[in-house]
Structure formats: structure tokens, C-alpha cells
């Protein structure tokens, strides 16, 4: 079983074709089909499911990959972890964010870190809190600044508080709680709401809150990103809740305190296992000292 076998099972799960995984590795895609059958054969099992139109992974795919990612990815940080001891960090650092993320501004650490580390391939995946944790867990990503319910634990994962903060509502500027600064949670509970996905991180913040005064809710449309929630605000379609330090970047909406008010812990998370090379030195660039490896 050779690495570069399984960077190709990787590359066709990743991206549900055989000719597209062959573009992605930079090979024919004859090359490449050889060696998963190869691959295959030693195994005694297929990885996928091939039919004229999709590309599936079978049983013995799925508990293949995820373990296939963690062999690539011990890999490059192995090399990573000899090439530091030059002085010179390479390697990947693989970053995850939510959309709401403010305690950093992620664009300019993102820039400042390329600039010292030059030999590093950056890249950056933006998705919910607990999507982006299971990544890191998993060690697709290296580094995930998420928001969490304070208090809310992370198994598997090591973690830093970069800001605590409040919820505040959103509303269209014709809607009657736009002439007001502050209002009760209460009252907000009349209304209907655009929230995140039922059962994320981003949503747990509001429900509990809500949950802790004794209120429900009305959701009628669910949002992945703090963008669309503004832009459905906006239209009038209900009224949102993000947090304090985003508001101000969503123009053409009214924004107003709220009592009792939903909180929310701000944190950079990396591997229970420790950083590599390159996380490390993002980190410092945020003053984060993540321990001993």
C-alpha cells in the first residue's frame, strides 16, 4: 500500500469522479484508475461503487478514507516536522472559519502569516462551528476559529477563548422594533425568525438563551451564513440574531440591544495531538502559546 494509492482514493472521494481526481493529481486518469485497482486487489475489497453516471464509496470506502486522510496527513507532518528543525517552516496550514468570526481579522493574520512563512500552502474552508471541530478532530484542518455556547466543552481538540460577547437583534428598518435600542427577549419572541441550521453551534447560542427564559421561537428560515441572514432580514422576512462585534458590518439593518441576552465564547481550536510546524507559528502570529507538542 503506497501513500500516493491512497492520495488518489482521497482525490476521487473528494471529488466524485474518477476524471476529476486525475486533474486534481495531476495524472491520467488510466494512471490513476490502475492504482486504486491495484489498491483494491491487495485490499480484497472495492472502494467505490462505479456506474455511467456517479462514483460512490462502498462499505470498505468509508472506513477507508478517513483513515487513508490521517496516513497523508501524518505524512506531510512528519516532513513538516524535519524541515522545522532547518528553521524554516513549510508545509500546509489548512485554516476553518465561521462566517461570523471577529475576534481576529482573519484576511490580515491570513496575509501576515504567508508573508513570514512563505514556504507554507495556506488554505481556508469556511463552514459551521461543529462541522469545522470534527475537521480539526479528524485533522483535515489544522486550525478552526469557531463560536461556541460559553461553557460548551470540545472533545479532542485543544482550545483558546479569544472573546466573549453578546447576541443582538437585526431588523429591517421599517419594522416596529427599529425605533428602539433595546428590547426585552420577550418581546423578540413574538416575532419570526431567520436563524443557522437547527442543532449547530451558531443556533444553540440563541435557543438557549430562549430555553434558559422559559420562550420559544418561530424559525422559519435557516441560514448557513451570516450573509443570507442579513439578506433575508433585509427582505423582511423575519428578524436574525448575530453577534455584537458582526452587526456593524451588515449594512440597511437596525440593530438592538437585547435583555436578557444570548452569549457567545469566541475560540481557535487545534489538534488534541498538538500543532504542527506551521499551526505553531500562526498561532504565535496571534499571540496563542499552544504547549509543548
Known sequence: MELQQ?????????????TRAAERCHVVQSALSHQIARLEKELGARLFHRTSRSVRLTAAGEVFVPVARQ????????????????????????????STVAAVDLAQELGAFRARCPQVRVSLRMDMSDDLIEQVRQGGLDIAFVGLVPGARTAGVREKELARGELVAVVPPGHPLARQEW?????????????????????????????????????????????????????????????????????G?????????????????????????????????LGVEPGPR
Open 6 to 18: 491512497m492520495r488518489y482514493v482521497v482525490a476521487v472521494a473528494e471529488t466524485g469522479g474518477f
Open 71 to 98: 496516513a497523508l496527513q501524518a505524512a506531510e507532518r512528519a516532513r513538516a516536522e524535519v524541515e522545522a528543525t532547518t528553521g524554516e517552516v513549510r508545509g500546509r496550514l489548512a485554516v476553518g472559519a465561521i
Open 183 to 251: 428590547t426585552r427577549l420577550a418581546r423578540l419572541a413574538e416575532e419570526t425568525f431567520v436563524d443557522f441550521t437547527a442543532g449547530s453551534a451558531a443556533r444553540r447560542q440563541r435557543d438557549e438563551a430562549f430555553r434558559a427564559a422559559g420562550l420559544t421561537s418561530d424559525v422559519a428560515f435557516e441560514v448557513t451564513t451570516v450573509e443570507f441572514l442579513a439578506k433575508l432580514v433585509r427582505a423582511g422576512l423575519g428578524v436574525g440574531m448575530v453577534p455584537e462585534a458582526i452587526a456593524s458590518e451588515l449594512p
Open 253 to 285: 439593518l437596525h440593530v438592538l440591544r437585547v435583555r436578557p441576552a444570548p452569549e457567545r465564547s469566541e475560540r481557535v481550536v487545534w489538534s488534541g495531538l498538538g500543532p504542527s510546524p506551521p499551526a505553531v507559528a500562526f498561532l504565535a502570529g
